[in-house]
T-cell receptor
Framework: DTGVSQNPRHKITKRGQNVTFRCDPI?????LYWYRQTLGQGPEFLTY????????KSRLLSDRFSAERPKGSFSTLEIQRTEQGDSAMYLC????????????FGPGTRLTVL | QKEVEQDPGPLSVPEGAIVSLNCTYS??????FMWYRQYSRKGPELLMY????GNKEDGRFTAQVDKSSKYISLFIRDSQPSDSATYLC??????????FGKGTLLTVNP
């Protein structure tokens, strides 16, 4: 499978715990995006990387959220001290610059905070 | 006001009907406009994208953009039960960042 993959697909955690999600983009894609989607809403932009550099962060990304993309390959999104309001689908997408403007989305990680 | 407004529906039509999905946007900086389809518990997949005002056709799908009125439409002809999904419109801003509408849930009944 050469698409975008995300792990885990589902995560249930208790409030206050830390969680980490992983995204593996399409291998030749240098841009990687994280979005959050809550029930009944469209995805909302969180942050994006070009290669290993994090170039933009949304105001939605509080201090409890951190994202990395070491070596410009896979990316991780960590949420510290989770809150019930963090329950959502976290989507990753990748894109190659200079080609067609299509962001390829992964299947998402569904987070439930109890 | 959200940058992209979309009626969430739900919309229910019989098989074979013509479906019209619409969005409005407020950000004049958007360069490209996309329609994504999202099946339940899956990630969105790109259906169509347009750059300038006018129509773009791909099989049973037609995307329409009117930049003067900031209006985006997607038409589906001869709708099929397999078209049942949530349809998301999006504007593309700087750094290819997407701003989505809420999505419209479409059900096509056999």
């Amino acid at each position: 499978d050469t698409g975008v993959s995300q792990n885990p697909r589902h995560k249930i955690t208790k409030r206050g715990q830390n969680v980490t999600f992983r995204c593996d983009p399409i291998s030749e894609h240098n841009r990687l995006y994280w979005y959050r989607q809550t029930l009944g809403q469209g995805p909302e932009f969180l942050t994006y990387f070009q290669n290993e550099a994090q170039l933009e962060k949304s105001r939605l990304l509080s201090d409890r959220f951190s994202a990395e993309r070491p070596k410009g390959s896979f990316s991780t999104l960590e949420i510290q001290r989770t809150e019930q309001g963090d329950s959502a689908m976290y989507l990753c997408a990748s894109l190659t610059s200079g080609g067609i403007n299509e962001q390829f989305f992964g299947p998402g990680t569904r987070l439930t905070v109890l | 006001q959200k940058e992209v407004e979309q009626d969430p529906g739900p919309l229910s039509v019989p098989e074979g009907a013509i479906v019209s999905l619409n969005c409005t946007y407020s950000n004049s900086a958007f360069q490209y406009f996309m329609w994504y389809r999202q099946y339940s518990r899956k990630g969105p997949e790109l259906l169509m994208y347009t750059y300038s005002s006018g129509n773009k056709e791909d099989g049973r799908f037609t995307a329409q953009v009117d930049k003067s009125s900031k209006y985006i439409s997607l038409f589906i002809r001869d709708s099929q039960p397999s078209d049942s999904a949530t349809y998301l419109c999006a504007g593309e801003g700087s750094n290819y960042k997407l701003t989505f509408g809420k999505g419209t849930l479409l059900t096509v009944n056999p």
